[in-house]
């Protein structure tokens, strides 16, 4: 039934595509106790599950630039838009994350950060600052990719802030390389798009049901070249 763009047929059609969405998504978060267990190949699991938990939700993926290195103990920096900027960017180069420290207490998407060993940072306890970049540095000498979002906050995607240089003194400590990563989100025609924004009194059941109801929302990736710490946080987080 054809009742026009904002009629009764198109709000059911919405209605029932995130019923839908939910319903799949519902069924994958259930599944993330697989990410916990040690296996060959692990990584790419966890890259395969954040593209079928985005594409539940509506989300596509499209990445650029690069190339992607394998590099061990590498920091990852990007914009922060979204709580679903930790699945995008799982996507492409799974690690842990630094994190807002009540993220681990939300619904559906507590179990799943805690699995992948996020590093709890509490802005408004700037005196323990210190020991999260000392929790990263040692992250970083093990070997292991660690993801942070030096912003300090999310923006609605249309702009974005400054990188504060506070993370950028792991790398520098623990003498690792910085991968950048340009993230955006855009609508299916190509315009720029504030739907997986979580900015402001926004709730995050709000958040799901926009990004689940819209049509089509795609997250693009540009991965920027790989930056040597340096010496001076400040310049390498102007760089």
């Not at 994958?28 to 938990?53: D, E, K």
């Not at 000392?134 to 923006?155: I, K, M, Q, S, Y």
Request: charged fraction near 20%; hydrophobic fraction near 45%.
């Amino acid at each position: 039934v054809h009742a026009g763009a904002d009629g009764p047929g198109r709000r059911w059609a919405v209605a029932l595509r995130g019923s839908l969405r939910v319903g799949v998504a519902v069924a994958l978060f259930s599944g993330v106790w697989l990410l916990a267990i040690p296996m060959p190949g692990r990584s790419h699991l966890q890259r395969r599950y954040c593209r079928l938990i985005l594409r539940s939700l509506g989300v596509r993926m499209s990445v650029s630039g690069g190339p992607i290195r394998n590099v061990p103990g590498v920091l990852v920096v990007s914009g922060h838009v979204s709580w679903l900027d930790i699945f995008a960017i799982g996507t492409v180069l799974p690690g842990s994350f630094v994190a807002r420290a009540d993220l681990v207490d939300w619904p559906a998407l507590g179990p799943i950060v805690r699995l992948m060993k996020v590093i709890p940072i509490d802005r408004s306890r700037l005196r323990r600052l210190p020991s999260v970049v000392a929790a990263v540095a040692d992250r970083l000498r093990a070997g292991h990719t660690v993801v942070a979002f030096p912003e300090g906050t999310t923006w609605c995607g249309l702009a974005y802030g400054r990188f504060r240089p506070a993370m950028f003194q792991a790398a520098i400590d623990a003498g690792r390389p910085v991968q950048p990563l340009r993230l955006t989100y855009r609508h299916k025609d190509g315009r720029p798009s504030t739907v997986p924004a979580f900015v402001g009194d926004d709730s995050l059941l709000t958040s799901i049901r926009r990004v689940i109801t819209a049509r089509r929302t795609v997250c693009h990736i540009h991965v920027e070249s790989l930056q040597l710490p340096g010496e001076d946080r400040r310049e390498l987080a102007a760089r």
